[in-house]
């Protein structure tokens, strides 16, 4: 079975500051792995997803997202935060592109202005 | 277009009795996915309806189950409610796969006293 670890509750970063937020997964095979952002008041949004291929995804609102097999990682990271950044992010898994999705417990991301 | 919408927004209930959630896709989605989120632990994954059938499901007890109807319009039963079923309940919907971008409705509020 399929797995996702998101193994900080909350992250703090300065505005203007690199961020980083981080997955692991555990799956057998290759995996289909998602972003999703939870603002305050809204409901949950796409931000990217790695089925195949450049190990680089790009996203929304700026974010990327680098896969590294051997490290079954899938950080998501974005170059300059900005406060509007601040918000729940979910990592999430599939096995496949019918199986059902997997959602970690989330990261509450702080931008500290 | 317009969104995924879900109904009621917020519901209370005492334990023992039941509950159904609704769930319209957007216009064209086939799929939909039903979630519980917890703050504790974060989303996890009811089950998926495509074409008015379970496709996949989580491990949750019987005493949850769904059904989509042809329009895709889809619906969730909690019976014999307990203290711990209060929660957000999210409906997604995506073209199928599931793999694809899944669009997220507001949820309803579930509260059971």
């Known amino acids: 079975a399929q797995s996702v670890a998101q193994p900080e509750d909350q992250v703090n970063v300065a505005e203007g500051n690199p961020l980083t937020v981080k997955c692991t997964y555990s799956?057998?095979?290759?995996?289909?792995l998602f972003w999703y952002v939870q603002y305050p008041n809204r409901g949950l949004q796409f931000l990217l997803k790695?089925?195949?291929?450049?190990?680089l995804v790009k996203g929304s609102y700026g974010f990327e997202a680098e896969f590294n097999k051997s490290q079954t990682s899938f950080h998501l990271k974005k170059p300059s935060a900005l406060v509007s950044d601040s918000a729940l992010y979910f990592c999430?898994?599939?096995?496949?592109?019918?199986?059902?999705?997997?959602f970690g417990k989330g990261t509450r991301l702080h931008i500290l202005p | 277009k317009a969104g995924v919408t879900q109904t009621p927004r917020y519901l209370i209930k005492t334990r023992g009795q039941q509950v159904t959630l609704s769930c319209s896709p957007i216009?064209?989605?086939?799929?939909v996915s039903w979630y519980q989120q917890t703050p504790g632990q974060g989303l996890q994954f009811l089950f998926e309806?495509?074409?008015?059938?379970?496709?996949n499901k989580g491990n949750f007890p019987g005493r949850f189950s769904g059904r989509q109807f042809s329009n895709s319009r889809s619906e969730m039963n909690v019976s014999t409610l307990e203290l711990g079923d209060s929660a957000l309940y999210l409906c997604?919907?995506?073209?199928?796969?599931?793999?694809?971008?899944?669009?997220f409705g507001p949820g309803t509020r579930l509260t059971v006293l």
């Open positions: 997604a919907s995506s073209l199928s796969p599931p793999s694809n971008e899944q669009f």
């Open positions: 799956v057998s095979g290759n995996p289909y």
């Open positions: 216009s064209g989605h086939r799929s």
């Open positions: 999430a898994v599939s096995l496949n592109r019918d199986d059902k999705i997997i």
């Open positions: 790695y089925i195949t291929g450049d190990n």
């Open positions: 309806y495509f074409s008015e059938t379970q496709r």
